[in-house]
């Protein structure tokens, strides 16, 4: 396993305000993380410091995926973001194009060029999720749990080492949460690093990974959950 994420003593604001302090973890492929706390307690401004849309303040090294968020130039975001593949809990799918649309026009945003390339993509991740009957489809024609699988896809398309992904089972029933939790679990079993903030604390003993708790402005990371 490698890392791909360190912090160490670093501190996340927004609005000017401190959220979270003395902040050090890391985040290696292959594993499986989640992000616990309350609401408001800053596992969502956390989780956005990875992909620079929230600032980091002080400490010695912030750390994504080899770039220095700490000192990073804002005209290399756009690369730092195109290797994280991002999972949110309302899909924040495009509701006037089919899932292969959707899909299509994050590859063509991000460079890819090759209408065979993209097609092939498009149907290895679409293979991925349990989704290669699906698109023809419109958002509206699925289920909630199907445009969260479309959503995981949308995340792999550019085959990024870490998947972060936001309440993903927020907005859904619990057995549907219960398969999606299972499949970005087995994304971590294929060498992918994931981090999932939940509030749902069932999920952690269903399915168990490494644990990190944002509480009292400081993160705690806690003992591995082991298996019975």
């Not at 596992?43 to 912030?62: C, F, I, N, Q, R």
């Not at 003993?205 to 708790?213: H, T």
Request: aromatic fraction near 6%.
């Amino acid at each position: 396993m490698s890392v791909i994420v360190n912090y160490k003593d670093v501190e996340v604001e927004r609005a000017e305000k401190s959220v979270l302090k003395d902040v050090s973890f890391t985040l290696s492929t292959g594993e499986f993380h989640y992000l616990v706390g309350r609401v408001g307690s800053g596992k969502s401004s956390l989780m956005k410091t990875m992909y620079a849309d929230v600032g980091l303040h002080g400490g010695t090294t912030a750390e994504v995926l080899g770039f220095d968020l700490l000192n990073m130039r804002k005209s290399k975001i756009p690369y730092l973001r195109r290797k994280i593949g991002i999972v949110f809990q309302d899909f924040q799918l495009l509701q006037d194009r089919s899932v292969s649309g959707n899909l299509r026009f994050v590859l063509r945003a991000t460079g890819w060029d090759s209408k065979r390339d993209i097609d092939e993509r498009i149907e290895e991740v679409l293979a991925m999720v349990g989704m290669s009957n699906k698109s023809y489809k419109m958002p509206h024609e699925l289920s909630g749990g199907e445009q969260q699988r479309i959503v995981i896809a949308r995340a792999l398309l550019n085959k990024p080492e870490l998947i972060i992904a936001d309440e993903p089972t927020g907005n859904l029933d619990p057995q549907t949460g219960y398969q999606i939790v299972s499949l970005l679990h087995d994304l971590a079993d294929n060498g992918h690093c994931v981090l999932m903030a939940t509030h749902n604390l069932q999920l952690v003993d269903d399915f168990p990974g490494k644990v990190m708790r944002c509480e009292g402005k400081k993160l705690i990371v806690e003992s591995p959950v082991l298996s019975c």
